[in-house]
Structure formats: C-alpha cells, structure tokens
C-alpha cells in the first residue's frame, strides 16, 4: 500500500485534492517487470459521507515490460481517503523506473 496525495484537473478546470492511501495489483511477476511506459485509466469521486469528505477512486493499469518489448501486464488501483468535493475521470500517461526497493515484511524477520 502507498500513501499519497494528489491535485487532480479535469476538463472544467476543477481542482480535486485529496490525501489517500492507494493499492495497485497487478501480473506482473515483479515490480521491476513494470519498468517502462504505460497508461491509467480511470476516475474519481469525492462528497460527503456520515460528515466526512470521503474520497474513493480507481484505474485500470496497463504498463509495457522493459525486457520484453510485446509484452503488457495489466491490473487495477483502489484508492479511499479524504478529499475536497468533486468527480473526475481521466487518462494518464505513465513512465516508470525504479532505483531502490525493499520487502518491507522482510526488515522485521
């Protein structure tokens, strides 16, 4: 799990922000398999619950493998939190890389 915010634009020149905490799953066999361009879609809504500005969003993840150039791996991003009132959807562009990583289950072994 990652925790995050985000500033969000759309269309109407609305601004979304929210402080969320944010899963993504994917086929990947591992994190590093996910190195390279891929795209997000999805979309978000935020409004009051029971008193509380509650946020909630989702994507469907498609992202290329740098070692095998035809190859894709696809998942999906749950994210909840709190945020400002709005609604949104929207395609994203993505390029990652990654420089560390850590298993955080195996620093307390």
């Known amino acids: ?65 740098v070692n095998s150039p035809d190859k894709d791996y696809y998942g999906v991003t749950g994210a909840i939190g709190v945020g400002t009132e709005g609604k949104e959807i929207h395609i994203e562009m993505f390029h990652t890389k990654t420089d560390w990583s850590t298993n955080i289950s195996d620093l307390f072994k």
Do not use: S
């Open 1 to 65: 799990m990652t925790i995050g915010g985000k500033t969000r634009y759309f269309q109407t020149k609305a601004e979304m922000n929210t402080i969320d905490a944010y899963e993504t799953i994917t086929n990947a066999p591992d994190i590093y398999a996910l190195e390279d361009d891929g795209i997000n879609i999805g979309g978000a809504v935020a409004g009051e619950v029971l008193g509380i500005l509650a946020y909630a969003g989702g994507d469907i993840v498609i992202a290329g493998d």
